[in-house]
């Protein structure tokens, strides 16, 4: 699976868009961005995923350059439940393919 | 709709002692079945996968071991604990191929080993 990178931190005011990203420069065709996130202590959450076009789901969207290098997750109206690790991860969508995390943008979410 | 159940929340094991987490998904038939590891500040790590009865993959070589006696029963074992395995244990299901909508994980087991 292709390789992710993302900011360490980043922190966001309650109430504004938060745009997370991530690059995926070596991300091959048949190879799709996933987005999870994970609150303390508790066990990772699916958000989005998607393989070139856009996406909008109740929870985020989802914006994929047209390159399919970089991407960003969008959290329209943060609140302070959205702090979290925000995990950015490319893999093929095949039952098979199995889910590896990296290290994620931890998202303060401040008053 | 789909559940899974993992259990117990918490557990302190003194070194030496053996280890039993038991994983259980409904809802669903045939599911894929992951076991991850997160130790204290660090990132997840897959420690087994199953795509079916009897049938395990392991990532990492280690002091841990999983089986898979029914279809929707995921258990993680170790006969003798080390401090190194003190981590939050997390279990986790997806369907069987096509497109993967992702992975659902439970509430996960803090162990601490002493």
């Known amino acids: 699976d292709a390789k992710t990178t993302q900011p360490p931190s980043m922190d966001c005011a309650e109430g504004r868009a938060a745009n997370l990203p991530c690059n995926h420069s070596?991300?091959?065709?048949?190879?799709?961005v996933y987005w999870y996130r994970q609150i303390h202590s508790q066990g990772p959450q699916y958000i989005i995923h998607?393989?070139?076009n856009n996406e909008t789901n109740e929870m985020a969207s989802l914006i994929i350059t047209e390159d399919r290098k970089s991407s960003t997750l969008i959290l329209p109206h943060a609140t302070l439940r959205d702090t979290a690790v925000y995990y950015c991860?490319?893999?093929?969508?095949?039952?098979?393919?199995?889910?590896?995390f990296g290290k994620g943008t931890m998202l303060l979410v401040s008053p | 709709s789909q559940t899974i159940h993992q259990w117990p929340a918490t557990l302190v094991q003194p070194v030496g002692s053996p280890l039993s987490l038991e994983c259980t998904v409904e809802?669903?038939?045939?599911?894929?079945l992951y076991w991850y590891r997160q130790a204290a500040g660090r990132g997840l790590q897959l420690l087994f996968y199953?795509?079916?009865?009897?049938?395990i993959s392991s990532e990492v070589p280690q002091n841990l071991s999983a089986s898979r006696p029914q279809d929707r029963q995921f258990i993680l074992s170790s006969k003798k604990l080390l401090l190194s395995d003190s981590g939050f244990y997390l279990c986790?299901?997806?369907?069987?191929?096509?497109?993967?909508?992702?992975?659902?994980f439970g509430s996960g087991t803090r162990l601490t080993v002493v």
């Open positions: 986790a299901w997806s369907e069987t191929g096509g497109i993967n909508y992702g992975y659902t």
């Open positions: 998607g393989l070139k």
């Open positions: 809802g669903t038939s045939n599911p894929n």
């Open positions: 070596t991300i091959s065709g048949n190879e799709y």
């Open positions: 199953s795509v079916g009865i009897g049938q």
């Open positions: 991860i490319v893999r093929v969508g095949s039952g098979y393919s199995t889910l590896t």
